[in-house]
């Protein structure tokens, strides 16, 4: 019988398996994610990135309610299978909205793996920006569901945080920095390019 142990910051880029990832054993304090068959591993949200998340995914969620035809289901914290790799890639945005997501079979029953959302936001670590600027825009680039991926930074003024949206564009981005304050508005989302 082999012995689990415990996942951490020294296992960033350790090469792993759909079913070790999901048996392994994490230290807190971390955010997982299987990018092309290895761990990857960030720091936790700090409090104005939890905030933030926090901010956004009531915002959207409050959307979703107010215009089920455009979004059906927001979520936090998913997972997002990118089709097309040679290994598992499975990046978790911080807040992911679905326009056809399944609300007629039970919650227990939907497997990431066969959803896939139109919208997914992240909020920039201050540890690892290049994640969310660079890494998650080629990889969300390739799931074709994905129309809108904002990002999220406030770094500079965790009060005034600056949004830059990629919108879908054929096989490209088109890049949008919106201005703070703009869309903020209940009901109200000029960013929401559909």
């Known amino acids: 019988m082999s012995t689990i142990t415990k996942l951490g ?28 068959g ?9 409090a104005p990135q939890g905030l933030l998340e926090r901010w956004i995914y009531r ?27 040679p290994e598992i890639t499975a ?3 911080d807040v992911a909205c679905y326009k056809d997501f399944p609300t007629t079979i039970p919650f227990w029953d939907v497997q990431w793996e066969y ?8 909020v920039v670590s201050a540890d690892d920006p290049d994640k969310d600027y660079v ?23 965790p009060s005034r945080p600056r949004l830059r949206v990629y919108r ?6 088109r890049v949008v920095d919106v201005p703070f304050g703009a869309g903020t508005r209940r009901g109200s989302y000029p960013a929401l390019g559909w």
């Open 9 to 36: 910051r020294a296992d960033h880029g350790r090469p792993m398996t759909w079913e070790e990832f999901q048996a392994g054993d994490y230290e807190s304090g971390y955010h997982y994610e299987l990018i092309d």
């Open 38 to 46: 290895r761990l990857y591993v960030a720091p936790a949200a700090n």
């Open 59 to 85: 915002e959207l969620d409050r959307y979703s309610d107010e215009r089920p035809e455009v979004l059906n289901m927001v979520y936090n914290k998913v997972r997002v299978f990118v089709p097309g790799c």
């Open 91 to 93: 990046p978790e945005p």
């Open 115 to 122: 959803v896939s959302p139109l919208l997914v936001v992240e």
């Open 135 to 157: 890494r998650n825009v080629d990889l969300y680039l390739q799931v074709p569901s994905i129309r809108e991926y904002w990002i999220l930074d406030n770094r500079d003024d």
């Open 168 to 173: 879908r564009q054929g096989k490209c981005w």
